[in-house]
Protein backbone atom coordinates (compact mmCIF):
# COMPACT_ATOMS: atom_id res chain seq x y z
CA UNK A 1 0.00 0.00 0.00
CA UNK A 2 1.69 3.13 -1.47
CA UNK A 3 1.72 6.50 0.83
CA UNK A 4 -0.65 8.55 -1.26
CA UNK A 5 -3.83 5.33 -0.63
CA UNK A 6 -2.45 5.35 3.02
CA UNK A 7 -3.69 9.13 3.41
CA UNK A 8 -6.37 9.44 1.08
CA UNK A 9 -8.02 6.62 2.54
CA UNK A 10 -7.72 8.25 6.63
CA UNK A 11 -8.84 11.60 5.55
CA UNK A 12 -12.01 11.42 3.39
CA UNK A 13 -13.41 15.03 2.28
CA UNK A 14 -16.70 14.33 1.47
CA UNK A 15 -18.48 16.70 -1.16
CA UNK A 16 -22.26 16.13 -1.57
CA UNK A 17 -23.57 16.33 -5.29
CA UNK A 18 -27.56 16.05 -5.42
CA UNK A 19 -28.86 15.70 -8.70
CA UNK A 20 -32.84 15.70 -9.18
CA UNK A 21 -33.11 13.86 -5.57
CA UNK A 22 -36.66 13.41 -3.74
CA UNK A 23 -34.20 14.42 -0.58
CA UNK A 24 -34.86 11.01 0.89
CA UNK A 25 -30.81 10.29 0.34
CA UNK A 26 -29.60 13.98 1.31
CA UNK A 27 -31.37 13.79 4.47
CA UNK A 28 -30.04 10.36 4.98
CA UNK A 29 -26.48 11.62 4.15
CA UNK A 30 -27.04 14.39 6.53
CA UNK A 31 -27.77 12.10 9.24
CA UNK A 32 -24.53 10.05 8.43
CA UNK A 33 -22.78 12.86 9.17
CA UNK A 34 -24.51 13.61 12.67
CA UNK A 35 -22.93 13.19 16.15
CA UNK A 36 -24.91 9.82 16.68
CA UNK A 37 -22.70 8.47 13.83
CA UNK A 38 -19.45 10.46 14.23
CA UNK A 39 -17.84 9.90 11.22
CA UNK A 40 -15.12 12.14 11.89
CA UNK A 41 -13.73 9.33 13.94
CA UNK A 42 -12.51 8.15 10.36
CA UNK A 43 -11.31 11.40 9.23
CA UNK A 44 -14.26 11.71 7.14
CA UNK A 45 -15.72 15.37 7.36
CA UNK A 46 -18.39 17.08 5.00
CA UNK A 47 -17.04 20.09 2.67
CA UNK A 48 -18.78 22.80 0.91
CA UNK A 49 -16.83 23.35 -1.68
CA UNK A 50 -15.62 20.55 -4.78
CA UNK A 51 -12.34 21.47 -4.61
CA UNK A 52 -11.48 20.81 -1.38
CA UNK A 53 -13.62 16.94 -2.08
CA UNK A 54 -12.10 13.25 -2.02
CA UNK A 55 -15.20 11.45 -2.66
CA UNK A 56 -18.28 13.12 -4.35
CA UNK A 57 -21.63 11.84 -3.46
CA UNK A 58 -24.12 11.31 -6.00
CA UNK A 59 -27.41 11.32 -5.50
CA UNK A 60 -30.63 11.64 -7.73
CA UNK A 61 -31.28 10.89 -11.45
CA UNK A 62 -29.44 13.53 -13.27
CA UNK A 63 -31.81 14.56 -16.65
CA UNK A 64 -30.64 15.59 -19.88
CA UNK A 65 -29.71 19.09 -18.08
CA UNK A 66 -28.49 17.58 -15.14
CA UNK A 67 -25.68 15.45 -16.86
CA UNK A 68 -24.00 18.71 -18.12
CA UNK A 69 -23.29 20.26 -14.69
CA UNK A 70 -22.33 16.22 -13.32
CA UNK A 71 -19.72 16.28 -15.95
CA UNK A 72 -18.51 19.65 -15.15
CA UNK A 73 -18.60 19.19 -11.33
CA UNK A 74 -16.43 15.79 -11.91
CA UNK A 75 -14.11 17.68 -14.25
CA UNK A 76 -13.62 20.67 -11.68
CA UNK A 77 -12.70 18.13 -8.62
CA UNK A 78 -8.75 17.69 -8.08
CA UNK A 79 -7.65 13.72 -9.11
CA UNK A 80 -7.38 11.72 -7.39
CA UNK A 81 -11.42 11.71 -6.50
CA UNK A 82 -13.82 8.71 -5.75
CA UNK A 83 -17.85 8.51 -6.63
CA UNK A 84 -20.10 7.08 -4.75
CA UNK A 85 -23.68 6.48 -6.39
CA UNK A 86 -25.79 6.84 -3.71
CA UNK A 87 -29.80 5.48 -3.86
CA UNK A 88 -31.11 3.70 -6.42
CA UNK A 89 -31.82 6.63 -8.86
CA UNK A 90 -28.39 7.30 -8.68
CA UNK A 91 -27.41 3.72 -9.53
CA UNK A 92 -30.05 2.55 -12.15
CA UNK A 93 -32.42 5.05 -12.53
CA UNK A 94 -34.90 3.70 -10.48
CA UNK A 95 -38.33 4.50 -11.60
CA UNK A 96 -37.63 7.27 -14.05
CA UNK A 97 -35.99 5.48 -16.59
CA UNK A 98 -39.03 5.58 -18.94
CA UNK A 99 -39.73 9.79 -17.92
CA UNK A 100 -39.24 12.14 -21.04
CA UNK A 101 -36.04 13.72 -20.00
CA UNK A 102 -34.32 10.39 -18.53
CA UNK A 103 -30.47 10.29 -20.07
CA UNK A 104 -28.27 7.50 -19.50
CA UNK A 105 -27.10 6.38 -15.85
CA UNK A 106 -24.44 8.39 -14.35
CA UNK A 107 -21.56 5.48 -15.05
CA UNK A 108 -21.82 6.20 -18.86
CA UNK A 109 -20.40 9.60 -17.60
CA UNK A 110 -18.44 9.84 -15.20
CA UNK A 111 -16.10 6.95 -12.88
CA UNK A 112 -17.90 5.36 -10.74
CA UNK A 113 -16.09 3.71 -8.04
CA UNK A 114 -19.56 2.28 -5.66
CA UNK A 115 -22.70 2.13 -6.05
CA UNK A 116 -25.09 1.64 -2.57
CA UNK A 117 -28.76 0.44 -3.88
CA UNK A 118 -31.85 1.66 -1.31
CA UNK A 119 -34.55 4.17 -1.34
CA UNK A 120 -32.92 5.68 0.45
CA UNK A 121 -30.35 3.55 2.09
CA UNK A 122 -29.62 3.69 6.06
CA UNK A 123 -26.71 5.61 7.27
CA UNK A 124 -25.36 1.73 8.72
CA UNK A 125 -25.44 0.97 4.82
CA UNK A 126 -23.51 4.40 3.62
CA UNK A 127 -20.91 4.07 6.41
CA UNK A 128 -20.54 0.00 5.03
CA UNK A 129 -20.01 1.07 1.73
CA UNK A 130 -16.68 3.52 2.21
CA UNK A 131 -15.37 0.64 4.15
CA UNK A 132 -15.56 -1.19 1.77
CA UNK A 133 -14.64 1.37 -0.65
CA UNK A 134 -11.15 1.82 1.91
CA UNK A 135 -10.82 -1.79 1.73
CA UNK A 136 -10.85 -2.30 -1.72
CA UNK A 137 -8.46 1.23 -2.07
CA UNK A 138 -6.26 -0.28 0.75
CA UNK A 139 -6.08 -3.86 -0.73
CA UNK A 140 -7.32 -5.52 2.30
CA UNK A 141 -9.55 -8.59 1.93
CA UNK B 1 25.18 35.38 15.53
CA UNK B 2 25.67 32.34 13.27
CA UNK B 3 24.21 32.73 10.62
CA UNK B 4 23.76 29.00 10.05
CA UNK B 5 22.36 28.33 13.66
CA UNK B 6 19.80 31.48 12.73
CA UNK B 7 18.66 29.69 9.95
CA UNK B 8 18.10 26.47 11.77
CA UNK B 9 15.79 28.65 14.41
CA UNK B 10 13.55 29.86 11.81
CA UNK B 11 13.25 26.33 9.58
CA UNK B 12 13.29 23.75 12.49
CA UNK B 13 12.97 25.23 15.90
CA UNK B 14 11.08 27.43 17.03
CA UNK B 15 9.97 28.08 13.95
CA UNK B 16 8.68 26.32 10.86
CA UNK B 17 8.74 22.91 11.95
CA UNK B 18 8.11 23.01 15.40
CA UNK B 19 5.16 25.47 15.16
CA UNK B 20 3.83 23.08 12.44
CA UNK B 21 3.81 20.47 14.79
CA UNK B 22 2.82 21.64 17.87
CA UNK B 23 0.10 23.65 15.83
CA UNK B 24 -1.28 20.35 14.25
CA UNK B 25 -1.68 18.95 17.87
CA UNK B 26 -3.29 21.53 19.19
CA UNK B 27 -6.09 21.72 15.90
CA UNK B 28 -6.50 18.01 17.53
CA UNK B 29 -7.00 19.67 21.00
CA UNK B 30 -9.40 21.52 19.06
CA UNK B 31 -11.13 19.07 17.46
CA UNK B 32 -11.37 16.78 19.84
CA UNK B 33 -12.88 19.15 22.39
CA UNK B 34 -15.32 20.02 19.81
CA UNK B 35 -15.93 16.17 19.79
CA UNK B 36 -16.53 16.13 23.19
CA UNK B 37 -18.39 18.93 23.39
CA UNK B 38 -21.18 17.35 20.81
CA UNK B 39 -21.21 14.13 22.42
CA UNK B 40 -18.91 12.10 20.21
CA UNK B 41 -15.86 10.26 20.34
CA UNK B 42 -13.91 12.74 17.98
CA UNK B 43 -10.63 12.16 15.77
CA UNK B 44 -7.68 10.03 16.21
CA UNK B 45 -4.59 11.91 17.38
CA UNK B 46 -2.72 11.56 13.95
CA UNK B 47 -5.95 13.14 12.16
CA UNK B 48 -4.55 16.85 11.54
CA UNK B 49 -1.16 15.22 10.08
CA UNK B 50 -3.11 12.80 7.85
CA UNK B 51 -5.22 15.62 6.39
CA UNK B 52 -2.60 18.03 5.99
CA UNK B 53 -0.36 15.34 3.98
CA UNK B 54 -3.29 13.55 1.99
CA UNK B 55 -3.70 17.69 0.17
CA UNK B 56 0.01 17.04 -0.47
CA UNK B 57 -0.44 14.50 -2.59
CA UNK B 58 -3.79 15.76 -4.54
CA UNK B 59 -3.89 17.88 -7.86
CA UNK B 60 -3.69 21.72 -7.41
CA UNK B 61 -6.33 23.11 -9.92
CA UNK B 62 -5.79 26.06 -11.66
CA UNK B 63 -9.33 28.07 -11.65
CA UNK B 64 -9.68 30.13 -15.21
CA UNK B 65 -8.58 33.51 -15.27
CA UNK B 66 -7.25 33.58 -11.44
CA UNK B 67 -3.71 35.39 -11.32
CA UNK B 68 -1.15 32.27 -11.15
CA UNK B 69 1.87 33.81 -9.32
CA UNK B 70 -0.32 35.64 -6.54
CA UNK B 71 -3.02 32.72 -6.34
CA UNK B 72 0.23 30.27 -5.79
CA UNK B 73 2.34 32.39 -3.84
CA UNK B 74 -0.19 33.59 -1.01
CA UNK B 75 -0.54 30.61 1.00
CA UNK B 76 3.77 31.07 1.46
CA UNK B 77 3.56 34.21 2.76
CA UNK B 78 0.80 33.49 5.60
CA UNK B 79 3.23 30.61 6.38
CA UNK B 80 6.24 32.15 6.55
CA UNK B 81 4.60 35.14 8.53
CA UNK B 82 3.54 32.69 11.12
CA UNK B 83 6.62 30.85 11.41
CA UNK B 84 8.48 34.00 11.80
CA UNK B 85 6.33 35.07 14.45
CA UNK B 86 6.47 32.03 16.37
CA UNK B 87 10.49 32.17 16.55
CA UNK B 88 10.45 35.90 17.49
CA UNK B 89 8.15 34.72 19.87
CA UNK B 90 9.63 32.11 21.16
CA UNK B 91 13.30 33.66 21.04
CA UNK B 92 11.98 35.26 24.52
CA UNK B 93 11.68 31.93 26.23
CA UNK B 94 14.94 29.71 24.76
CA UNK B 95 17.30 30.86 24.33
CA UNK B 96 16.19 33.30 27.05
CA UNK B 97 15.69 36.51 26.45
CA UNK B 98 17.01 36.94 22.59
CA UNK B 99 14.98 39.67 21.65
CA UNK B 100 15.84 43.05 20.61
CA UNK B 101 13.71 46.36 21.31
CA UNK B 102 10.61 46.84 19.61
CA UNK B 103 10.19 43.35 18.53
CA UNK B 104 6.58 43.56 19.85
CA UNK B 105 5.79 45.74 16.80
CA UNK B 106 7.44 43.72 14.63
CA UNK B 107 5.43 40.60 16.05
CA UNK B 108 2.49 42.68 15.69
CA UNK B 109 2.58 43.31 12.01
CA UNK B 110 3.50 39.74 11.26
CA UNK B 111 0.47 38.56 12.77
CA UNK B 112 -1.26 40.23 10.69
CA UNK B 113 0.28 38.83 7.23
CA UNK B 114 -1.61 35.19 7.42
CA UNK B 115 -5.37 37.30 7.04
CA UNK B 116 -3.45 39.66 4.34
CA UNK B 117 -2.53 36.17 2.60
CA UNK B 118 -5.81 35.05 2.81
CA UNK B 119 -7.68 38.30 1.28
CA UNK B 120 -4.77 38.10 -1.77
CA UNK B 121 -5.29 34.55 -2.64
CA UNK B 122 -9.33 34.87 -2.66
CA UNK B 123 -8.56 37.86 -4.64
CA UNK B 124 -6.42 36.43 -6.89
CA UNK B 125 -8.63 33.32 -7.49
CA UNK B 126 -11.49 35.03 -9.61
CA UNK B 127 -14.42 33.42 -7.68
CA UNK B 128 -17.14 35.50 -6.35
CA UNK B 129 -17.59 33.82 -3.53
CA UNK B 130 -13.93 33.79 -2.59
CA UNK B 131 -14.00 37.24 -3.61
CA UNK B 132 -17.06 37.58 -1.03
CA UNK B 133 -14.88 36.02 1.74
CA UNK B 134 -12.05 38.07 1.24
CA UNK B 135 -13.95 41.12 1.48
CA UNK B 136 -15.41 39.87 4.61
CA UNK B 137 -11.76 38.85 6.09
CA UNK B 138 -10.73 42.32 5.29
CA UNK B 139 -13.20 44.18 7.29
CA UNK B 140 -12.76 41.84 10.06
CA UNK B 141 -9.11 42.45 9.70
CA UNK B 142 -9.63 46.22 10.17
CA UNK B 143 -12.32 45.83 12.76
CA UNK B 144 -10.31 43.50 15.24
CA UNK B 145 -6.85 44.85 14.77
CA UNK B 146 -7.67 48.72 16.61
CA UNK B 147 -8.77 46.98 19.74
CA UNK B 148 -5.87 43.68 19.50
CA UNK B 149 -3.39 47.03 19.59
CA UNK B 150 -4.96 48.77 22.76
CA UNK B 151 -5.55 45.35 24.62
CA UNK B 152 -1.43 45.06 23.86
CA UNK B 153 -0.27 48.55 24.84
CA UNK B 154 -1.79 47.94 28.32
CA UNK B 155 1.13 45.82 29.58
CA UNK B 156 3.57 47.88 27.27
CA UNK B 157 2.62 51.14 29.59
CA UNK B 158 2.82 48.74 32.34
CA UNK B 159 6.70 48.24 32.20
CA UNK B 160 7.00 50.95 30.16
CA UNK B 161 9.07 48.89 27.05
CA UNK B 162 8.58 47.49 23.99
CA UNK B 163 10.53 44.60 24.05
CA UNK B 164 9.03 41.07 24.94
CA UNK B 165 11.33 40.15 26.95
CA UNK B 166 11.02 43.38 29.52
CA UNK B 167 7.16 42.34 29.89
CA UNK B 168 8.35 38.52 31.02
CA UNK B 169 10.57 40.07 33.05
CA UNK B 170 8.32 42.45 34.74
CA UNK B 171 5.75 39.68 35.65
CA UNK B 172 2.09 39.04 34.12
CA UNK B 173 -0.22 42.14 33.74
CA UNK B 174 -3.33 40.20 34.30
CA UNK B 175 -2.17 40.76 38.13
CA UNK B 176 -3.48 44.04 37.67
CA UNK B 177 -7.22 45.22 37.16
CA UNK B 178 -6.36 46.47 33.75
CA UNK B 179 -4.64 43.72 32.64
CA UNK B 180 -7.77 41.04 33.15
CA UNK B 181 -9.90 43.59 31.12
CA UNK B 182 -6.89 43.73 28.50
CA UNK B 183 -6.66 39.91 28.41
CA UNK B 184 -10.30 39.65 27.71
CA UNK B 185 -10.50 41.89 25.03
CA UNK B 186 -6.62 40.22 23.70
CA UNK B 187 -9.05 36.51 23.71
CA UNK B 188 -12.49 37.77 21.73
CA UNK B 189 -9.30 39.82 19.05
CA UNK B 190 -8.07 36.48 18.78
CA UNK B 191 -11.06 34.83 17.91
CA UNK B 192 -10.97 36.78 15.32
CA UNK B 193 -7.85 36.46 14.35
CA UNK B 194 -8.25 33.12 13.92
CA UNK B 195 -11.48 33.16 12.24
CA UNK B 196 -13.15 30.86 14.46
CA UNK B 197 -16.47 31.05 15.08
CA UNK B 198 -18.87 33.50 16.38
CA UNK B 199 -16.34 35.47 13.68
CA UNK B 200 -15.86 33.05 11.15
CA UNK B 201 -18.26 35.42 8.36
CA UNK B 202 -15.31 34.96 5.90
CA UNK B 203 -15.32 31.22 5.31
CA UNK B 204 -18.65 30.55 6.07
CA UNK B 205 -19.39 27.08 5.48
CA UNK B 206 -23.14 27.06 5.02
CA UNK B 207 -23.22 30.39 3.04
CA UNK B 208 -19.89 30.65 0.76
CA UNK B 209 -18.79 27.39 0.81
CA UNK B 210 -15.60 27.70 2.33
CA UNK B 211 -15.09 31.70 1.33
CA UNK B 212 -12.08 32.37 0.64
CA UNK B 213 -10.61 29.05 0.28
CA UNK B 214 -13.16 28.01 -2.15
CA UNK B 215 -10.68 27.77 -5.17
CA UNK B 216 -7.80 26.26 -3.64
CA UNK B 217 -7.07 22.15 -3.76
CA UNK B 218 -4.14 20.28 -3.20
CA UNK B 219 -0.60 21.45 -1.35
CA UNK B 220 -1.88 25.38 -1.66
CA UNK B 221 -4.88 24.70 0.82
CA UNK B 222 -2.69 22.19 2.72
CA UNK B 223 -0.59 25.38 3.38
CA UNK B 224 -3.28 27.65 4.15
CA UNK B 225 -4.60 24.90 6.72
CA UNK B 226 -1.34 24.50 8.05
CA UNK B 227 -1.03 28.06 8.54
CA UNK B 228 -4.37 28.26 10.24
CA UNK B 229 -3.08 25.42 12.82
CA UNK B 230 0.39 27.56 13.34
CA UNK B 231 -1.72 30.71 14.16
CA UNK B 232 -4.00 28.60 16.85
CA UNK B 233 -0.51 27.94 18.26
CA UNK B 234 1.47 31.02 17.93
CA UNK B 235 -1.86 33.35 18.89
CA UNK B 236 -2.17 31.56 22.46
CA UNK B 237 1.11 31.53 23.20
CA UNK B 238 1.68 35.93 21.96
CA UNK B 239 -0.93 35.95 25.10
CA UNK B 240 0.79 33.90 27.33
CA UNK B 241 4.03 35.55 26.94
CA UNK B 242 2.21 39.48 26.99
CA UNK B 243 -0.47 38.65 30.01
CA UNK B 244 0.41 35.75 31.69
CA UNK B 245 4.17 35.95 32.80
CA UNK B 246 5.13 33.89 29.66
CA UNK B 247 6.89 29.86 29.81
CA UNK B 248 9.57 29.88 32.21
CA UNK B 249 12.03 26.81 30.88
CA UNK B 250 15.50 27.37 33.16
CA UNK B 251 13.47 26.35 36.59
CA UNK B 252 12.82 23.11 36.19
CA UNK B 253 9.72 20.56 35.08
CA UNK B 254 6.85 22.45 37.01
CA UNK B 255 6.86 26.26 35.29
CA UNK B 256 7.50 24.46 32.59
CA UNK B 257 4.33 22.15 33.29
CA UNK B 258 2.52 25.39 34.45
CA UNK B 259 3.21 27.38 31.26
CA UNK B 260 1.96 24.47 28.92
CA UNK B 261 -1.10 25.01 31.49
CA UNK B 262 -1.77 28.19 30.81
CA UNK B 263 -1.23 27.88 26.99
CA UNK B 264 -3.96 24.74 26.81
CA UNK B 265 -6.06 26.81 28.93
CA UNK B 266 -6.12 29.90 26.56
CA UNK B 267 -6.98 27.25 23.82
CA UNK B 268 -10.04 25.32 25.65
CA UNK B 269 -11.22 28.84 26.24
CA UNK B 270 -11.01 29.62 22.59
CA UNK B 271 -12.49 26.31 21.93
CA UNK B 272 -15.48 26.20 24.12
CA UNK B 273 -16.42 30.44 22.92
CA UNK B 274 -16.23 28.40 19.41
CA UNK B 275 -18.48 25.97 19.99
CA UNK B 276 -21.55 27.67 22.23
CA UNK B 277 -21.54 31.10 19.74
CA UNK B 278 -23.86 31.17 16.47
CA UNK B 279 -21.66 33.15 14.05
CA UNK B 280 -22.60 36.82 13.46
CA UNK B 281 -22.68 38.53 10.58
CA UNK B 282 -19.97 40.46 9.23
CA UNK B 283 -21.37 44.12 10.09
CA UNK B 284 -22.56 42.90 13.46
CA UNK B 285 -18.45 41.88 13.77
CA UNK B 286 -17.51 45.52 13.27
CA UNK B 287 -20.08 46.84 15.26
CA UNK B 288 -18.97 44.73 18.01
CA UNK B 289 -15.20 45.11 17.51
CA UNK B 290 -15.19 49.16 16.95
CA UNK B 291 -18.32 49.39 20.02
CA UNK B 292 -18.13 48.01 23.00
CA UNK B 293 -14.57 46.20 22.80
CA UNK B 294 -12.36 49.33 21.51
CA UNK B 295 -14.63 51.12 24.48
CA UNK B 296 -13.31 48.14 26.86
CA UNK B 297 -10.05 48.22 25.67
CA UNK B 298 -9.20 52.33 26.06
CA UNK B 299 -10.73 51.81 29.53
CA UNK B 300 -8.01 49.61 30.32
CA UNK B 301 -5.27 51.61 28.91
CA UNK B 302 -6.39 54.46 30.68
CA UNK B 303 -6.58 52.87 33.99
CA UNK B 304 -2.98 51.22 32.98
CA UNK B 305 -2.03 54.81 32.37
CA UNK B 306 -3.33 55.44 36.15
CA UNK B 307 -1.12 52.58 37.70
CA UNK B 308 -3.91 50.26 38.15
Redesign the interface.
Known sequence: MS??VN??T??LNVFHLGGSACNNCDIEILDTLT?RY?L??F?ITL???V??A?VLLITGIFNKKAAIRLKRVYQ?A???ILVIAIGACACTGNMFQKSYNWDVPIDKYIAVDAYLPGCPPKPEAMIMAVVKLVKKLRGAK | MDLGYLILQVIVFPGLLFTAVVGLVTSWVDRKVTARVQMRVGPPFLQPFYDVLKLMIKETCMPAGASRGLFLSAPLFGMAAAALASMLIWRAFIPLGQTFNGDIIVILYLLTIPAASVILGSFASQNPLASLGGSREMKLLLAYELPFVLAILVPVIHTHSIRLFDLLAAGPAVDKPSGIIAFAVAILCMQAKLTLVPFDAPEAETELTGGAYVEYSGPPLGIFKLTRAMMLFTMPIFLVAVFCGGIAFNQGWLPILLGALKYLGIVVVVVLIRNTAPRVRIDQAVNFFWGPVTLAALVAVMAAFMGW
Do not use: K, N, W, Y
Request: hydrophobic content about 25%; overall charge neutral.
Open positions: FAMLRSPDERGVGSRHDEPRP
